[in-house]
């Protein structure tokens, strides 16, 4: 197979590896069954809240807020497609630790989508009508994150933190999100213990604050636009991958995160719906690609990218 990213003069020009004996992902539309399929059987297995965590790790398409989903929209998607995986957020007052957050931005803004979840068979009201313990005290939550980038320096320690592709757009004001991901669609149908499902959903809307969004676990399906993305950690120094999405796709804008988050192995080994030997061709492509943007810094030329997905 052959990738050319080849120089005249200052220029570098790198195409995707378009061989059609390359690995390739499958189908769409295979993918969106059999994962839809994974998560209606998990669900109906009434979960904790830890294995549906594990599930959603491993299938980063279906978290929502990537891609201009949840928010302001008009979305440029976060650095890298990355979702963080319970990342910390520490600053000044309590820390936190949201379950899953996306680091979005477009021209005018950058848009942390912060996420919380539960145990998908918690309710969220009681047989009398009134909010339940469970979503009261998962409501609050978001309330909490909403303070958080409002004390001290707390909102500018982020853009440092999390924005690890370089640029941290300081130009461009930070507008946090926040999504609760509860229950179940059911509680809000016939049969589901209320006289009148259809007032106590009003009621439930009627209680999100300003940016906030309400879902239930059945809402959640993978979004073609999240397709390539890849869940990852971050610690005290550095941000790594721990798995990528099975429909993951290399180009030769690949560069910069490959660079950022490194070795990929490890998050290639725990990923799922993927074959050997497609996860071996994303470990080289990831690789081709980080030498490719390495040579490009260190000599001072400019890549010039053509498009195509691997």
């Known amino acids: 197979m052959t ?3 080849f120089g005249e003069d200052r220029y570098v020009r790198a195409a995707a590896d378009q061989d059609p004996g ?7 539309d295979d993918y969106k069954s059999a994962v839809l399929a994974d998560w209606d059987k ?44 319970q990342p910390r957020l520490n600053g000044r007052g309590k820390n936190f630790e949201p379950d899953f957050m996306w680091v979005t931005r477009s021209s005018a803004l950058i848009t ?23 979503f009261t005290a ?14 001290g320096n707390n909102a500018s ?3 440092e933190r999390f924005l690890f592709l370089g640029d941290k757009y300081t130009s461009r004001p930070l507008e946090p999100h926040f999504v609760l991901i509860f229950g179940r669609r059911s509680e809000f149908e016939v049969g589901g213990g209320y006289r009148d499902p259809d007032a106590l959903l009003l009621k439930r809307d009627t209680q999100r604050g300003e940016h906030e969004q309400f879902m239930t676990f059945d809402s959640l399906t993978p979004r073609h636009d999240h397709s390539s993305s890849i869940t990852a950690t971050i610690g005290p120094s550095a941000v790594r991958p721990f798995a990528f999405s099975p429909m993951y ?28 030997e497609r996860k071996a061709y994303i470990a080289s492509r990831w690789q081709h690609w980080a030498n490719v943007e390495r040579s490009v810094r260190t000599t001072n030329r400019t890549l010039m990218r053509e498009m195509g997905r691997e």
Do not use: C, Y
């Open 42 to 85: 998990l669900l109906d297995s009434d979960p904790e809240e830890a294995a549906v965590q594990s599930f959603l790790e491993l299938h980063p398409a279906m978290i929502p807020g990537g891609s201009g989903d949840v928010g302001p929209g008009g979305h440029h998607g976060s650095d890298g497609g990355v979702v963080f995986a």
């Open 22 to 28: 390359r690995p390739l992902p499958m189908a769409w």
């Open 112 to 134: 942390p989508i912060l996420i919380e979840i539960e145990k998908p068979g918690k309710r969220w009201f009681n047989k009398d009508g009134r909010p339940s313990a469970h």
């Open 3 to 5: 990738t050319p990213a």
């Open 138 to 151: 998962a409501h609050d939550q978001l309330n909490e994150w909403r303070a958080w980038f409002k004390e």
């Open 249 to 276: 796709q290399t180009t030769p804008g690949s560069g910069d995160e490959a660079l950022a988050l490194g070795d990929p192995r490890e998050a290639l080994a725990r990923s799922v719906m993927m074959t050997d």
């Open 157 to 159: 320690a982020f853009r």
